[in-house]
């Protein structure tokens, strides 16, 4: 049976023509575009589209209506379709008088974002703004229409799990089939024709043969190669270790500047920061943007660029180079030697340790955000452990699916540790709660996590059923790798420039910023000690690694620098 075409539903007074035939001309093929005329009409419809299952991607409401006014109407809707994306319409004539509760309501996460009435043909910047927020809903709500790799899976595993986060992480839209449907079959069928096993979860990527049970390293060398490609004798001028913020700014300005660059990751492109829902303060993006749409799109400017990537590739040690001689970079099998290195390894969550929930892992229990996990939580009960700001990206996130959220915190509040706007938008979500002083003890369940035992403020633990933890706990730098000549401080995080002990220097000035002990190897983002462990200060930094890494260059060649460029 054909599927359901998703719904865009909009609630419009005075300007119901014109901004249904705006909304129906531009989308109606793929969408079903429903109109109501007040909030009365509006819920009967969200009601009917709720009974029968029909996806509803957007709700669109003028900002005043014969029967309600709009923000309430949102508010009402929102209640009946919590995973529809929130847009505000209102006319040029109204715009003055409704920007303050307008700008009030985006503040408090009441709305995702609001549009003026297009009073012409070609509003593209209107346009623009829908098709972002239907693309982000398509990607983390409704599920791709077409797929790059197919699953074949019959049951939940932590298998299966690790491969859909990747997959998700990386932008690359996938399926998981069940053996029994034509498109499992086909899978399975073309995997016994290439003499494969068909050992489950089975992977169909890429038009390559499938694959039974694959590593997200197996996926990340069909998405990528190995590093053999680059060459026997290929040396790198930069090799960059970590693709997150940092390791991706310092990929597209070395690159687009004529250095051979080569960026390396133990996971997906994007580390952490690509695993957030929606990044609101970021320089920019008014509108936000997802974690994953920022650094896939980084992805592909540095790429456009010329550098190399290779996912899921986890680096085991470095070399530094000795008298002039290239620095060595290895991993699984293989080695890249550069002139530079760059450490952007950024860091991992804490561990949480405690038995019962380790073993559940991949299996209602995720570190760090997990997008695909999220849509797993549809009317279930989940908590989230963690105060930063990934935490409550995390807990807004899960909002849009669970019946409710828990943000288990073992300070007294969340001022200390998360920005105020995710606090605000926090407290206005009736769907969560924050515990503080209170911690995880236990977790258990039969096929994945049904419980946790709690200790609260005083000191008893409680039992609490839950269909789903997500841990964000803390940051431990990912330093493993490093060698010993590589200073760090006493939390494991990378000395740079005047923070490098003065018995390390080479001289008697301190190295340069983001200049480590070592010659030629340079740190920046999350793993710098001193950093501000945030998206747009590791970007920031990542780009101004790039004259630093042409100043020595100049300098082992023995000529003048460049002057800097834009």
Not at 17 to 33: L, N
Not at 159 to 176: A, I, K, Q, Y
Not at 204 to 228: E, N, Q
Request: with cysteine; charged share 20%; net charge negative.
């Amino acid at each position: 049976m054909k599927a359901e075409k998703p719904a865009i539903l909009l609630v419009t007074g005075d300007h119901r023509d014109q901004v249904s035939e705006e909304i129906s001309s531009r989308y109606g093929r793929d969408y079903d575009v429903v109109v109501a005329g007040g909030l009365g009409e509006a819920v009967a419809a969200a009601q009917g589209l709720v009974a029968r299952h029909a996806p509803v991607a957007l709700v669109g409401v003028e900002y005043s209506l014969p029967d309600a006014q709009g923000l309430v109407t949102v508010d009402c809707l929102h209640a009946l379709i919590p995973t529809a994306k929130r847009l505000l319409l209102t006319p040029w004539e109204e715009w003055a008088a409704a920007k303050e509760p307008t700008q009030q309501a985006l503040g408090a996460g009441r709305l995702d974002f609001s549009l003026v009435i297009p009073r012409g043909a070609r509003d593209e910047e209107f346009h623009t703004a829908i098709t972002e927020s239907l693309s982000d809903w398509g990607w983390t709500t409704g599920g791709p229409v077409v797929d790059s790799v197919r699953i074949v899976a019959d049951q939940e595993t932590s298998e299966l799990t690790v491969l859909r986060d990747f997959l998700d992480r990386m932008g690359v839209p996938s399926r998981v089939y069940p053996s029994d449907h034509p498109a499992g079959q086909e899978v399975i069928a073309q995997a016994v024709s290439a003499g494969r096993p068909v050992d489950q979860p089975l992977v169909a990527a890429f038009d390559r043969d499938p694959i039974s049970r694959p590593t997200i390293g197996k996926l990340g060398r069909v998405m990528f190669g190995d590093p053999d490609a680059l060459g026997e004798g290929y040396v790198a001028d930069l090799a960059i270790v970590g693709a997150g913020p940092a390791g991706l700014a310092a990929a597209v300005y070395g690159a687009s500047e004529g250095l051979e660059t080569v960026v390396l990751d133990s996971e997906a492109i994007g580390g952490q920061a690509g695993t957030s829902s929606m990044i609101r303060n970021y320089l920019g993006f008014p509108r936000g943007i997802s974690g994953m749409r920022l650094t896939q799109r980084a992805r592909f400017q540095a790429a456009r660029f010329g550098a190399r990537f290779f996912a899921a590739r986890p680096v085991t040690s470095l070399d530094p180079g000795v008298d002039g001689e290239p620095h060595t970079v290895h991993l699984d099998g293989h080695r890249i030697r550069a002139r530079t290195v760059l450490i952007a390894s950024g860091v991992s969550y804490r561990r949480l340790g405690v038995p019962g929930i380790e073993a559940l892992v991949g299996l209602g229990v995720s570190y760090g955000a997990a997008m695909s996990a999220a849509r797993d939580c549809t009317g279930l009960d989940v908590c989230v452990v963690g105060g930063g700001n990934s935490a409550g990206q995390a807990a807004l996130h899960l909002s849009r699916f669970a019946r409710s959220v828990s943000i288990l915190i073992r300070r007294d509040s969340l001022e200390e540790t998360m920005s105020a706007y995710l606090i605000r938008e926090i407290e206005g979500n009736p769907r969560i709660v924050v515990r503080p002083r209170t911690e995880v003890v236990d977790g258990g369940g039969g096929n994945r996590l049904e419980w946790l035992k709690l200790k609260g403020p005083d000191g008893e633990p409680t039992k609490m059923h839950v269909g789903g933890l997500f841990l964000l706990l803390g940051a431990k730098p990912c330093v493993d790798w490093i060698p010993d000549s590589v200073t760090l401080d006493e939390r494991g995080f990378v000395h740079t420039g005047r923070d490098v002990p003065p018995q390390r220097w080479g001289g008697e000035v301190p190295p340069a910023a983001l200049t480590t002990s070592v010659p030629g190897v340079f740190a920046a983002g999350d793993v710098r000690s001193g950093s501000m462990k945030r998206v747009a200060s590791a970007s920031g930094e990542g780009a101004a690694v790039v004259p630093l890494v042409h100043t020595f260059l100049d300098a082992m060649a023995g000529s003048p620098a460049p002057a800097p460029s834009a």
